[in-house]
């Protein structure tokens, strides 16, 4: 079961040609020796901030709480805060299908993601809703539901469902469409509150990287 490790955080104003050479240099392959692989790295597009969302794997809570309780990851975050502001972190556990499916790279994809807590008494309710109108509307859409995640560290709301698009085009002509609009007025009108939304945009320092390494596979 892949647990989601999130972070977000803003860069530091005249830090960013820093920044961006700590992070691909020290930041990143620092992670991966600590074990927590980065499987994707994003900037909010559309919606609030912070504005740099980097997403990691990790096998199993107590190994994360082992890595983040190091001096190794104490060390390498304190690097961090020198570059970044607004720091914070959560940790995901999947939900549904998503329990069976591990989170891998994907290369060249923007992220919907809708984050809400579910209305007490309707969580069945809203499991059958997702089940039996959500997925399959938004798999007409081509933005598919890709996983869905439970808040277990970190506050805010609870849910996380993520939909995954080819681009912003094909995302803003999905969120454009009546279907959509009649799926998201009733998720929020019956199942859910404290709703809200990001477009994320790919980064690169995670996709270009893992493309490299693929195509050396070959040589």
């Not at 709301?157 to 609009?181: H, N, V, W, Y």
């Not at 998720?187 to 477009?199: G, H, N, P, Q, V």
């Not at 980064?203 to 390494?213: H, K």
Request: charged share 25%; with cysteine; hydrophobic share 35%.
């Amino acid at each position: 079961m892949a647990i989601l490790f999130v972070q977000h955080w803003d860069v530091r104003p005249g830090k960013f040609d820093e920044y961006g050479s700590f992070i691909s240099n020290y930041y990143n392959p620092g992670l991966k020796d600590l074990g927590i692989r980065l499987v994707g790295g994003y900037y909010v597009a559309v919606g609030e901030g912070p504005r740099i969302v980097a997403v990691a794997t990790v096998d199993e809570a107590e190994s994360l709480r082992r890595t983040i309780s190091s001096r190794e990851y104490r060390d390498l975050s304190g690097r961090l805060s020198e570059h970044v502001w607004k720091y914070s972190n959560k940790v995901y556990v999947p939900v549904g299908r998503s329990e069976k499916a591990p989170y891998v790279i994907q290369t060249g994809v923007w992220k919907l993601n809708h984050y809400y807590n579910v209305l007490h008494g309707m969580e069945e309710e809203h499991v059958q809703f997702i089940r039996a109108e959500v997925i399959p509307a938004m798999e007409k859409l081509h933005i598919p539901v890709t996983g869905a995640y439970r808040l277990a560290i970190g506050s805010g709301p609870r849910m996380l469902a993520e939909c995954t698009g080819k681009s912003l085009t094909a995302i803003s002509e999905a969120i454009q469409s009546d279907q959509f609009r009649k799926i998201a007025r009733s998720l929020k009108d019956k199942y859910a509150t404290d709703y809200s939304s990001r477009i994320l945009a790919p980064t690169g320092r995670i996709e270009i990287p893992y493309l490299l390494s693929e195509m050396m596979k070959n040589f």
